[in-house]
């Protein structure tokens, strides 16, 4: 399979990683596979989508765009999506991910980062500071 999905464990976080370039072509399938992840979360989550690996071409990044943020089951627009956070040091990916939080796109909640781990203690940080508001 060209992606992955993992709910992790305790932790209202999603993360979807692109395996291989090949992911773009089944991108209709993967979107469903994420959003039937997503509708059986308990609480709106962090999608945390890894797209560092290989490099996607111009065209294949305007086209997952439109499908993830335009279509009427946008995928970051999901109502179980708390935020969206993109991991990529590609330069022309950093740019697209930061498009997709304009109104064009539905000014989707977009954040981006350079590794899995640096998103995922972001998604903690977050985490810890609305339990503590819970408790006070």
């Keep these: 399979m060209p992606y992955s ?21 089944e991108m209709s399938g993967m979107i469903d596979s994420v959003w039937t992840v997503l509708n059986a979360q308990p609480e709106p989550v962090f999608l945390v989508l890894d797209i560092a690996g ?12 439109s499908l993830i943020a335009r279509r009427q089951s946008a995928l970051l627009l999901h109502k179980n ?32 980062f350079d590794s ?6 972001s998604c903690y940080a977050q985490t810890a500071t609305l339990a503590e508001r819970r408790v006070v």
């Design 54 to 65: 290989p490099a996607s071409a111009i065209d294949d990044m305007s086209i997952a765009a």
């Design 116 to 121: 899995v781990e640096q998103a995922l203690s």
């Design 81 to 112: 999506v708390r935020e969206t956070l993109i991991v990529t040091r590609a330069s022309a990916a950093r740019r697209s991910a930061m498009g997709l939080s304009t109104a064009v796109f539905g000014q989707a909640k977009i954040r981006r």
């Design 5 to 25: 999905i993992e709910k992790v464990p305790g932790a209202p976080i999603v993360i979807l990683s692109q395996e291989t370039r090949s992911a773009m072509a």
